[in-house]
C-alpha cells in the first residue's frame, strides 16, 4: 500500500518590509547619542551654533518610522547625551546626586517629546509637525515641576547664529521651532536621498528656516532708543570657589567697595567716564546692610566715592527672623536704600528646598539649601532716572520674568549674578548666552554683572560689547542705548509658544487618526 503523498504547505507571500529610516537599533541608538552630543557641542562657550541642524537631523533619522514608545527610548539617549555635559556645573559644588536627577527628570520630559516627534513622523510636513512638539516639551520643561528649568532650550544656542533676529519676532520659542525645523528638514533631506526617493519639500524647509533669520533682521528695524546712560559693571572677585565662599562674605563685600573705589579713582583722573549707575552683582554683600550698620556703611562709603547710585545685590533676612530674600537694592549716595526689587523665582534645590525632609535623604548637602522666599512685583527699579529690569541670575532663563520688567517700562535690562559657585564652567557662559537673546527679544542693552566673571556689556543687538575674565576683579564701563522700540515678540508675550503647543496637539491628533485609518498588518517595524 503506497502510502499518500504529503500535500505541500502553503506558499505564505513574503512580508515586505520597507526601509523607513536608520536600518537597525544600534545605527539608530547611534545616531541619538550622537545628535545629542552634537547639540550639546552648538552650546556656548562654543560658537559653533550650526551643529544644532546635525544634531536634530539626526534625531529625526533615528526617531521617523518608530511609534511612541521607541520613540520615547531614542529620545532619552539624545536627551541623556545633550544633559549630561549640559549641566555637569551643578555637580561642581554639590556632588554627583543632584546632577544625575536633575538630568534623568529632563530626561523623562524630552523623552516625551521624542515620543510625540516618532507619533508624527510619517506624516506630511513631518518636520513642521516635529519641531512643535520639541517647542512644546520644552514649554512644559520650562515650568514643571518646581516652577520649571528651561535651561537647554535650542534657541539659547543660536546666540551667534544668522537666526538670532527672530528672536525679536517670537522670541526664544520661536528661535527654538526654527532650528529645530531646519535640523529635521535636513535629515529628512538626507533620508531621501539615501532611498534616492525626490521631492524638494524638505530641501525647501531647511532653506525657508535658514533664511528665516537674515529676513527678519532685513524686516526688522532697530527703532529709536533714549539717550544714552553710562553703565558700569563691578566684579569684586571671592576668595575662593564653591559653595563656601559664602563663609567669607566680608571679604566679598570688601573686594566690591575695593573695586568701586578704584572705578572713582579712575573717573576722577579721568581715565573712564563717569558712570550714570553702578551695578553689582548678585550675593555683592551676604551681611544684610538693614541689621548690619557696619556693612551698610561700606556700602554708602563705595556710593559716595563713586557720586552714583550702586545697584547693590544681598541677601536680607525677612522680619519672621527665618526666611531670606535674594534683593536688589538701589543704593543711593548718602541717601541709603531708595528702591529695591527681590527675586521673583527662588531656585529650587539651592536658595529653598522642596519637600525637604524627603530630599534631605539623598543628598548631605540638603541642610545648605535655604529658606528664601519669591518677591513680588515686575523686577524693575528706578536708578538715577533710568528703568531698570532686574533678572536675578538663572532669572534671565526664563521668559515670562523678563518680559513683565521690559513691559513695566525698563529701557535696560541688568543680570546680576553670582558664578562662583559653580568655578571654572561652563554655566557663566551658558547664562552670557541667554542674556544676549533676551537683548534681540525685547530691544534692550543687557548689563551682566557677577561676583566671579563672565561679566560683560551687551547692546541690544545681542553683541558683547566688553567682557570680563573669570576669577579677577574687574569693571566695565559703556555707554548704553535703552531701548525705545516695542518688539514683536514682547507685545505677543507667550502667544508664539502656545500657537506652536496648538500645532504641535493638532499633529499628534492627525498621527492617531492617520494610524486608527491605516490597514491591519503594519510594515513590520513598530
Known amino acids: 500500500m503506497v502510502a499518500p503523498a504529503a500535500e505541500p504547505a502553503p506558499v505564505r507571500p513574503a512580508t515586505r518590509v520597507r526601509y ?13 547619542a550622537a ?8 552650546f556656548p562657550p562654543r560658537t559653533l551654533w550650526w551643529l544644532a541642524l546635525p544634531a536634530f537631523g539626526l534625531l529625526g533619522l ?63 510636513a513631518a518636520p513642521v509637525w516635529g519641531a512643535a512638539i520639541w517647542v512644546a516639551g520644552e514649554a512644559a520643561r520650562s515650568r514643571v515641576p518646581f516652577g520649571g528649568f528651561p535651561w537647554g532650550r535650542a534657541g539659547f544656542a543660536q546666540a551667534d547664529g544668522p537666526l538670532l533676529p527672530l528672536a525679536a519676532v517670537g522670541g526664544v520659542p520661536l528661535l527654538s521651532f526654527v ?36 529676513a527678519a533682521a532685513a524686516l526688522g528695524s532697530a527703532g529709536s532708543a533714549a539717550p544714552a546712560v553710562t553703565v558700569a559693571a563691578v566684579q569684586g572677585n571671592v576668595p575662593q570657589l564653591g559653595l563656601d565662599f559664602n563663609a567669607q562674605r566680608r571679604a566679598v563685600l570688601d573686594n566690591h567697595v575695593r573695586v568701586t573705589e578704584q572705578l572713582a579713582a579712575d573717573v576722577a583722573a579721568g581715565r573712564v567716564p563717569r558712570p550714570d549707575l553702578v551695578v553689582w552683582p548678585e550675593n555683592a554683600s551676604d551681611i544684610d546692610p538693614l541689621r548690619n550698620p557696619d556693612a551698610a556703611a561700606r556700602i554708602d562709603g ?23 530674600s535674594n534683593a536688589l537694592l538701589v543704593w543711593g549716595a548718602g541717601a541709603g536704600i531708595v528702591d529695591r526689587t527681590d527675586k521673583r ?29 519669591p518677591g513680588a512685583g515686575d523686577g524693575v527699579v528706578d536708578a538715577a532716572g533710568t ?41 557663566t557662559y551658558q547664562q552670557l548666552a541667554m542674556s544676549r537673546v533676551r537683548a534681540v ?86
Open 179 to 214: 532650528t529645530v525645523l531646519a535640523g529635521l528638514a535636513l535629515g529628512e533631506l538626507i533620508r531621501r536621498a539615501v532611498r534616492r526617493r525626490g521631492g524638494s519639500g524638505p530641501a525647501l524647509l531647511a532653506l525657508a528656516a535658514l533664511l528665516a533669520g537674515p
Open 387 to 427: 528703568r531698570v529690569g532686574i533678572a536675578i541670575c538663572w532669572e534671565i532663563a526664563f521668559d515670562d520674568l523678563v518680559a513683565d520688567s521690559v513691559a513695566a517700562g525698563a529701557g535696560v535690562l541688568a543680570v546680576p549674578s553670582n558664578n562662583a559657585t559653580f568655578g571654572l564652567s561652563e554655566m
Open 20 to 32: 523607513r529610516g536608520l536600518p537597525a537599533v544600534p545605527a539608530r541608538l547611534g545616531a541619538s
Open 302 to 324: 563705595a556710593a559716595r566715592a563713586v557720586g552714583v547710585p550702586v545697584l547693590v545685590g544681598t541677601v536680607l533676612r525677612n522680619p519672621d527672623g527665618r526666611t531670606t
Open 62 to 124: 533615528a526617531l521617523h518610522g518608530r511609534r511612541a514608545r521607541a520613540g520615547a527610548g531614542y529620545g532619552a539617549v539624545f536627551a541623556s547625551a545633550f544633559l549630561l555635559p549640559l549641566l555637569v556645573w551643578i555637580s561642581d559644588p554639590v556632588g554627583p546626586a543632584p546632577w544625575l536627577g536633575l538630568v534623568a527628570l529632563e530626561t523623562l520630559l524630552l523623552a516625551a517629546a521624542a515620543a510625540g516627534m516618532a507619533a508624527v513622523s510619517r506624516l506630511p
Open 441 to 526: 527679544e525685547h530691544d534692550r542693552p543687557v548689563v551682566v554683572a557677577t561676583t566671579s566673571g563672565v561679566s560683560a556689556m551687551i547692546d541690544r543687538t545681542g553683541r558683547v560689547v566688553d567682557r570680563s575674565g573669570q576669577f579677577v576683579p574687574d569693571v566695565l564701563v559703556a555707554p548704553m542705548a535703552p531701548g525705545g522700540t516695542t518688539t514683536l515678540a514682547t507685545r505677543l508675550r507667550s502667544a508664539p509658544e502656545w500657537a506652536l503647543v496648538v500645532v504641535a496637539a493638532l499633529g499628534l491628533a492627525k498621527a492617531a487618526v492617520s494610524r486608527r485609518r491605516a490597514p491591519a498588518g503594519g510594515d513590520g517595524h513598530g
Open 345 to 373: 523665582r527662588v531656585q529650587p534645590f539651592g536658595e529653598y528646598l522642596p519637600w525637604r525632609e524627603f530630599f534631605a535623604l539623598f543628598s548631605e548637602h540638603a541642610d545648605r539649601a535655604g529658606y528664601f522666599v
Open 35 to 42: 545628535g545629542g552630543l552634537l547639540l550639546y557641542g552648538s
